[in-house]
Nanobody
Framework: QVQLVESGGGLVQAGGSLRLSCAASGRTLGTMIMGWFRQGPGKEREFVTATSVNGRNTYYADSVKGRFTISRDNAKNTVYLQMNNLKPEDTAVYYC?????????????????WGQGTQVTVSS
């Protein structure tokens, strides 16, 4: 069983930045592809980004490319999402997710475990 706990959400003005963290336990982080998803008000959950087990490869949704950066510190069992130039449409609950198959293509990320989510609100 993998436990994922997100933190770092909050209220920020448009153009601002936030960094989310996801602490993983129950399994060595370096064996899992990790990703972030989000669900805005009245919307379905959508993929944001994913990173390979060693962090060398990343994949982003077009809507966040160039503004968001995913990274991981396997020694600390933590994954990060740096979000810059935030827009009101980025307002959502952000979820950390783990894919236990390290051979999946990042664009075909399939979550086996989810965190509880952290709220990000961007005001205009």
């Amino acid at each position: 069983q993998v436990q994922l706990v997100e933190s770092g959400g909050g209220l920020v003005q448009a153009g601002g930045s936030l960094r989310l963290s996801c602490a993983a336990s129950g399994r060595t982080l370096g064996t899992m592809i990790m990703g972030w998803f989000r669900q805005g008000p009245g919307k379905e959950r959508e993929f944001v980004t994913a990173t390979s087990v060693n962090g060398r490869n990343t994949y982003y949704a077009d809507s966040v490319k160039g503004r968001f950066t995913i990274s991981r510190d396997n020694a600390k069992n933590t994954v990060y999402l740096q979000m810059n130039n935030l827009k009101p449409e980025d307002t959502a609950v952000y979820y950390c997710a783990a894919d236990l198959n390290p051979f999946h293509q990042l664009g075909s990320f399939r979550s086996d475990f989810w965190g509880q989510g952290t709220q990000v609100t961007v005001s205009s």
